[in-house]
């Protein structure tokens, strides 16, 4: 079972209250029913889904749809199911606001919306419907609504921006694709629609894989800093043997002869560990900074032999 099906069948368990059943309501039959002709139907391939709708239409309006239950086309192996009814369909389209006079509206009323929680209502029949969300255990993170107009898609991103959950939308060939990239958005999301379970389970998956990528970035960081050190003391033990093979190694003070012996000892030792060596074996004091000063006089007369 895909996570999105998980999702939508915790969802579709929750008990609501009959303002909130005709905002889901209203989501749900905008994006999935065909009402514009004398029988109100609605398909669905998932049974929670359909459930949940037969149940608030049970519930807020007294009526009993027609259950069918068939196979998909195109070899689709999942059912559809599918909920019919004439009865009430004016009234229901009118509550739902759906129509207005002898109009459809792609948009519904300010009373749909009215406040935060009919807001979250919408949004869950909004997922219920049409709503898409990757399993983060398996793939990016992704939460999509694939809607049929530019303004409806406007007017769903305008909602979950109240929420602060920075939603876009893009044309995706004749529809319109609402979306979230964010990992902590799509968390913020979820529990806006109450599904408790799926926020527990995706906050898991997104910690551990937020402090495992940072672990990696961590272990990239130090092994470049590993081979950064490597590198600049190779640099050095060749300057080192380029004063020697030029006979002028001699002519460095007994300090920074010193320090040149014991890089070309330890040509693997990073700065730190080479001014604790040369503290503890010459019981003379060397810091890290002193260190790097000596070797800047070698690299020094390396450059000016260059230029000789």
């Keep these: 079972m895909s996570f999105t099906s998980i999702v939508k069948n915790e969802v579709s368990k929750l008990d ?30 998932n049974s929670s889904v359909a459930r949940r709708i037969f149940g608030l239409l049970k519930d807020t309006y007294t009526i009993t749809p027609k259950i069918t239950v068939r196979k998909g086309y195109n070899y689709n192996k999942n059912l559809v199911y599918m909920l019919e009814w004439t009865y009430k369909k004016s009234l229901i389209l009118w509550d739902l606001s759906l129509l207005e006079e002898e109009n459809y509206l792609d948009v519904p009323k300010e009373y749909i919306i009215a ?13 219920l419907a049409i709503g898409s969300i990757n399993d983060p255990k398996k ?4 939460l999509e609504f694939l809607v049929d107009n530019e303004n409806y898609a406007r007017f769903i991103c305008n909602i ?14 004749s529809k319109f694709m609402v979306y979230l990239k964010e990992a902590e958005k799509i968390g913020d999301f979820l529990r806006i629609i109450n599904a408790s379970n799926a926020v527990l389970y995706y906050e898991d998956i997104r910690i551990y894989r937020d402090h495992k990528n940072m672990t990696n970035r961590l272990n990239n960081c130090e092994q470049a800093n ?10 050095q ?26 890089r070309k000892k330890y040509p693997e030792a990073s ?38």
């Design 139 to 142: 793939s990016r993170y992704h």
């Design 271 to 308: 700065l730190q560990e080479l001014s604790e060596i040369i503290s503890i074996e010459t019981e003379s004091p060397i810091t890290k900074s002193g260190l790097h000063h000596r070797l800047k006089k070698i690299h020094d007369m390396c450059l000016k032999i260059q230029e000789k």
């Design 237 to 262: 033990v060749k300057e080192i043997n380029r004063l020697e093979e030029a006979g002028v190694f001699n002519l460095l003070d007994d300090k920074v002869k010193e320090v040149a012996k014991y």
């Design 115 to 127: 406040d935060s929680d009919l807001k979250r209502a919408y949004l869950r029949g909004l997922f």
């Design 160 to 173: 979950l921006n109240e929420f602060f959950l920075n939603a876009k939308y893009i044309r995706r060939d």
């Design 226 to 235: 590993v081979d950064k050190m490597i590198m600049a003391a190779a640099i």
């Design 16 to 45: 609501t209250i009959e303002t909130e059943n005709i905002a889901e309501l209203s989501a749900l039959i905008r994006n999935i029913g065909n009402y514009k002709e004398a029988t109100i139907k609605v398909i669905t391939e």
